[in-house]
C-alpha cells in the first residue's frame, strides 16, 4: 500500500478546524502526544526556518529530535523527521494504518491534516524522542497540533494577512488566532510583530501568566555570519548576556530575525537545564537546511533561484533580497509564477514586479484540498499588467517546464530566473526536473 492511496482519498474533507476529531483519534490511539515534549511554533512565515534552526541544533546537542512541518515540497514523509532524517516510506504507511484503525465508525471522520498529524504524534511516542518541534500548519488555535498542554517554549515567529478566510479578516484577528497556541505560564518567544498583533499576542501572554521573550533581530557581521545578543529575564535568571557568532546557511535577512527567534527558545531551554552547548549552537545552526526557501540550483547551466514567496509578506522578503544580489542589480528579473486562487494576487505582485521584469505564469500542478484552485492565468496577466505596465513581457505558459524552457532560452546565464508564488510550483519543480543544489 502506497502513502498518495491512504493519505490522499481524505483530501474530500479539507480544511476543517476544530479539536475535537483529532482529540478523539489521538485518545483511540492512547494519547501519545502526552508522552512528548514540544516546542510549539505558530506565524505567518518564518515557522519552518525557525523549525528547522531548532531541529538541527538538538540533534547537534544530542538530543533525539522529532521535527513536524507542512507541507512537503516533494515527499509526505518529509513532515515527519528524526533527528533530521525524514520518515521512511515503510514506517509511514504503518503508522496510517495504525491511524486508520482507531478512526471509529461512529466518530467523525478526521481530516488529512489530522490524520498525518495523528502519525506524527505517534511516531514521535513509539520513537521515545526527547523533544519535538512541530510547526502549526493553519493558525494555532484550532489547529490540530494544538493538543500539548504544557510546551517547552511557544513561538510565534510573524504575523501578517495570509488565510484571513478561515481566521478572520484583520491583522487582529489572524493574531488571536495564533496565539491560542500559548498555554498557561509556559513562556513563549515572540518575533517582530505589526502593532495591532502584537498587542493581542502580549495581552493574551499576559492574561495565561506566560513569560514573554521578545529578542532583538541578530546583526549581520559578515557574509553569511551574525551575530545574536543572549536575552535577559528575571524570572528564567538568564544571566549570561555575552553574545554567539554563527553561520547563517538560509538566505536573506529574514533569517536575522528566524535565527535570533530559534536562539532566543535555545536559551530558554538551557535555563531549563536541557544540555546545549555554545559548540552544539554553532554546529548546529551552519548545518541547518530548509529547501525551496531563497534555495539557489542549477538547471541546463542557469542559476535559478527558488523561493515559494506565497504571500505578500514572503513576496517583500523575496524581492528584499533579490534587490540586495549585486550580480542582478538594476537588472530586469524573469519571474516564473503559480499562485492559487485565494491569494491577494495584487499585493504579491506589486512587491515583486518592477518596469523591465519578465512574467511567465503557469498554473500549480497540485491542489492540497478541494475548492482551492490555481488561479486564472488571464486574470493574472491582465492584473500584473495594470499593476505593471512596464514589464518588458508577461507570457502564459501550460506549464512549469515549458515556462522554464522559454525563459532559460530567452536570457544569458547571468540573468536572474526566479521559480516562486506557491511552495506546490516548487515542489512540482524538485520533483520532476533534474538539477544541481
Known amino acids: 500500500m502506497d502513502i498518495d492511496s491512504v493519505i490522499q482519498p481524505l483530501q474530500r474533507f479539507g480544511v476543517h478546524l476544530g479539536l475535537d476529531r483529532i482529540v478523539n483519534l489521538l485518545a483511540n490511539l492512547g494519547n501519545p502526544h ?3 515534549s514540544v516546542i510549539h511554533v505558530a506565524g505567518t512565515n518564518g515557522k519552518g526556518s525557525v523549525c528547522a534552526y531548532l531541529s538541527s541544533v538538538l540533534t547537534e546537542a544530542g538530543y533525539r529530535t522529532g521535527r513536524y512541518t507542512s ?11 528524526l533527528n533530521e532524517q525524514p520518515i521512511s516510506s515503510e ?28 502519525a506524527a504524534w505517534l511516531y514521535f511516542a513509539q520513537a521515545k524522542v526527547d523533544v519535538a518541534v512541530v510547526e502549526v500548519g493553519l493558525g494555532g488555535r484550532l489547529d490540530a497540533t494544538n493538543v500539548c498542554l504544557e510546551p517547552l517554549v511557544t513561538i510565534i515567529t510573524s504575523i501578517s494577512r495570509e488565510h484571513w478566510q478561515q481566521l478572520g479578516p484583520t491583522i ?20 517582530q510583530l505589526p ?3 502584537e498587542d493581542v499576542v502580549r495581552s493574551r501572554a499576559l492574561e495565561l501568566q506566560c513569560p514573554i521573550f521578545t529578542p532583538q533581530p541578530a546583526r549581520q557581521i559578515a557574509t553569511g555570519w551574525a551575530e545574536y545578543e543572549r536575552i535577559q529575564n528575571s524570572k528564567f535568571k538568564i544571566q549570561n548576556s555575552k553574545s554567539i557568532k ?13 535565527s535570533a527567534l530559534a536562539l532566543a527558545a535555545l536559551e530558554i531551554l538551557q535555563q531549563q537545564s536541557w544540555q546545549i552547548s555554545e559548540a552544539a549552537i554553532v554546529n548546529g545552526m551552519a548545518k541547518t537546511k530548509w529547501p525551496g526557501r531563497m534555495q539557489w540550483i542549477t538547471w541546463k547551466n542557469h542559476q535559478l533561484l527558488l523561493d515559494g514567496a506565497h504571500n505578500t509578506a514572503a513576496a517583500q522578503v523575496l524581492r528584499h533580497y533579490v534587490d540586495s544580489l549585486d550580480a542582478v542589480k538594476h537588472k530586469p528579473v524573469n519571474w516564473i509564477m503559480g499562485m492559487f486562487a485565494d491569494k491577494d494576487h495584487a499585493d504579491i505582485f506589486a512587491a515583486l514586479l518592477r518596469g523591465g521584469d519578465r512574467l511567465f505564469l503557469v498554473p500549480i500542478p497540485v491542489e492540497p484540498w478541494p475548492g482551492r484552485t490555481s488561479a486564472d492565468l488571464e486574470e493574472l496577466a491582465n492584473l500584473a499588467y495594470n499593476l505593471c505596465p512596464e514589464l518588458s513581457d508577461r507570457q502564459i505558459h501550460p506549464n512549469l517546464l515549458t515556462a522554464l524552457e522559454t525563459a532559460t532560452s530567452t536570457a544569458t546565464k547571468e540573468d536572474l530566473i526566479v521559480i516562486c508564488g506557491s511552495l506546490y510550483l516548487v515542489g512540482d519543480f524538485l520533483s520532476t526536473t533534474k538539477y544541481n543544489s
Do not use: M
Request: net charge negative; with cysteine.
Open 34 to 36: 502526552h508522552q512528548v
Open 71 to 81: 507541507p512537503h515540497l516533494v515527499d509526505w514523509t518529509e513532515r515527519i523527521c
Open 91 to 118: 514506517e509511514l504507511n504503518q503508522l496510517f494504518q495504525q491511524v486508520q484503525a482507531a478512526i471509529l465508525p461512529h466518530e467523525e471522520s478526521p481530516t488529512q491534516f489530522e490524520v498525518i498529524t495523528a
Open 172 to 191: 487582529a484577528d489572524i493574531a488571536r488566532e495564533k496565539a491560542g497556541i500559548l498555554k498557561p505560564g509556559r513562556p513563549v518567544v515572540i518575533g
Open 195 to 197: 502593532p495591532d498583533a
Open 246 to 258: 554563527y553561520s547563517l546557511p538560509l538566505a536573506g535577512q529574514i533569517q536575522l530575525n528566524n
